[in-house]
């Protein structure tokens, strides 16, 4: 591919996420990170700064980022498919709700993270791999990310979507304001999400708020 079309071809990159997912499966994480971030400056060089059809990496690398706890990292790439969306007038529509909850992820898990971490310890389980990104990395600005879920509630709402999906969005934004202990902000929300849920004939309000939702039990880190 590279011989027929030049080195940074855009038509290599399913090959390298291929290998990319050939060494994580064997557990070699650190020549994955090296074939997830390939692809991406492959991308990189082959389409200009907020061409469309950069996102696809740009959402994979971030999704590997997000997975192998290296939230800075893919925190800087899910603002980066968001910059790419309003660049080409899709900041506001469902296309960017992926990207949107990505952002959102990032700093609840900062805050929150999925696994304990001892008093000594420096980084959590998994692989952080190296990315060096240009783009300024930001910490702690978690009202950031409660404005991430508030754009996916109007998004949803613009959009006209089923009460179910506007429920559930808004229902993310309460769970938000919960872990985040301000009970005050999350009570209108869960009214509000009750009653809408209420005009679904095929869901049963009262029984889907009936039942205990964990938000935040991290696991325990890999004993080895």
Do not use: C
Request: proline share 7%; hydrophobic share 35%; glycine share 6%.
């Amino acid at each position: 591919e590279r011989v027929s079309s030049g080195l940074v071809s855009p038509g290599q990159v399913e090959i390298v996420h291929r290998e990319a997912d050939a060494y994580r499966a064997m557990g070699d994480l650190k020549n994955a990170n090296e074939r997830e971030e390939y692809a991406y400056h492959v991308l990189k060089q082959a389409y200009a700064t907020y061409d469309h059809n950069q996102l696809p990496g740009v959402y994979r690398l971030a999704q590997w980022y997000s997975s192998t706890n290296n939230l800075y990292a893919a925190r800087a790439l899910y603002q980066r498919s968001i910059d790419i969306l309003t660049a080409n007038g899709r900041g506001g529509t469902p296309e960017a709700i992926p990207a949107l909850e990505g952002l959102a992820t990032t700093y609840k898990q900062e805050r929150f993270p999925p696994y304990y971490l001892s008093s000594t310890a420096t980084t959590g389980p998994g692989f952080t791999g190296t990315s060096q990104f240009e783009a300024p990395i930001t910490i702690g600005d978690y009202p950031r990310g409660e404005q991430a879920l508030q754009q996916i509630v109007q998004i949803h709402r613009d959009n006209g979507d089923q009460p179910v999906k506007v429920a559930e969005a808004v229902l993310d934004l309460a769970d938000w304001y919960l872990l985040f202990d301000r009970p005050r902000r999350a009570t209108p929300l869960y009214d509000f999400a009750y009653d809408l849920l209420t005009e679904v004939e095929a869901v049963d309000a009262a029984d889907y708020f009936a039942q205990p939702r964990l938000l935040h039990f991290p696991a325990p880190s890999d004993p080895r």
